[in-house]
Structures are given as C-alpha cells and as structure tokens.
C-alpha cells in the first residue's frame, strides 16, 4: 500500500511505466491467489486478460534480475522498505496530530537520509514544504 501511495501521482499524471508496474503487480496477484480462490480469479483474468491465470504453472519470473532476490540492488531497495513505511506513518500521524487532512501541504519534515533518492515522489505523495 505504500508504493501505491508513492506511485499514485505517477497514475494521475499517465505515466505508462507506473502503470505498467501496477498492471504487473495485479496480474501477478491474481496469478498467486488462482489457487486459494480459483473462480474469482479465473472471471477477472478472462475478462480482463482473455485467458485464465489458473492455467498458469509457474509463478512469473523478474522481468529486471537486478531487482531479484539476492541481486545487490533489489536487495537494498528491499532494505529501504522499513525507513519508507516509518517515514509515512510518521508524516500521516504528524498531520493527524495537527488537524491537517492528508492532501494538504506540511512543514518541517525532515526527509531521512536513506531515503533521499526518493524526495521528489515523497515531496509530491506528502505535499512536502
């Protein structure tokens, strides 16, 4: 749910790569549930995709290895996932605690160091001043 939340003005804005990554991720969902629920996700996937993800026999591969499991920089992405949900909690409930609704700007937040890389969707996600 946070990267939904990271990619969402991406979505807005018709970025076809972010749309892309989320059409993945659905699809690969629906893939993994096709066992616990096979009939809701049979209809959704005929229908969206015109053929069954309960056909499907193996999980999909990465479609980039360097963000797989074990490879050094899917690995440290993985590892910023914590700093990225502790900083989210963080401006959520600071805007709570202040009687600001979620969609207006906030100042004072100090970005973490860690996640720098990620300012400008951050600044944008949290409406950052």
Same mark, same amino acid.
């Given at each position: %749910?946070?990267?939904?939340?990271?990619?969402?003005?991406?979505?807005?804005?018709?970025? /076809? /790569?972010? @749309?892309?990554?989320? +059409?993945?991720?659905?699809?690969?969902?629906?893939?993994?549930? %096709?066992?616990?629920?096979?009939?809701?996700? +049979? +209809? #959704?996937?005929?229908?969206?995709?015109?053929?069954?993800?309960?056909?499907?026999? %193996?999980?999909?591969?990465?479609?980039?290895?360097?963000?797989?499991?074990?490879?050094? =920089?899917?690995?440290?992405?993985?590892?910023? /996932?914590?700093?990225?949900?502790?900083?989210?909690?963080?401006?959520?409930?600071?805007?709570?605690?202040?009687? #600001? @609704?979620?969609?207006?700007? #906030?100042?004072?937040?100090?970005?973490?160091? %860690?996640? =720098?890389?990620?300012?400008?969707?951050?600044?944008?996600?949290?409406?950052? @001043?």
């Amino acid at each position: %749910s946070h990267w939904l939340e990271m990619v969402k003005s991406r979505l807005y804005d018709e970025d /076809t /790569t972010a @749309a892309w990554v989320l +059409h993945r991720v659905v699809r690969d969902t629906l893939t993994a549930f %096709s066992p616990v629920c096979p009939f809701f996700t +049979h +209809h #959704i996937t005929t229908t969206v995709y015109g053929t069954s993800c309960v056909d499907t026999r %193996s999980f999909p591969a990465h479609v980039d290895e360097a963000l797989g499991v074990g490879a050094e =920089e899917g690995d440290a992405m993985r590892m910023l /996932t914590t700093d990225v949900m502790a900083f989210n909690s963080l401006v959520w409930s600071t805007k709570r605690e202040q009687g #600001i @609704a979620l969609n207006q700007p #906030i100042e004072g937040m100090v970005l973490p160091e %860690s996640l =720098e890389a990620f300012r400008p969707v951050l600044t944008v996600m949290h409406r950052l @001043a």
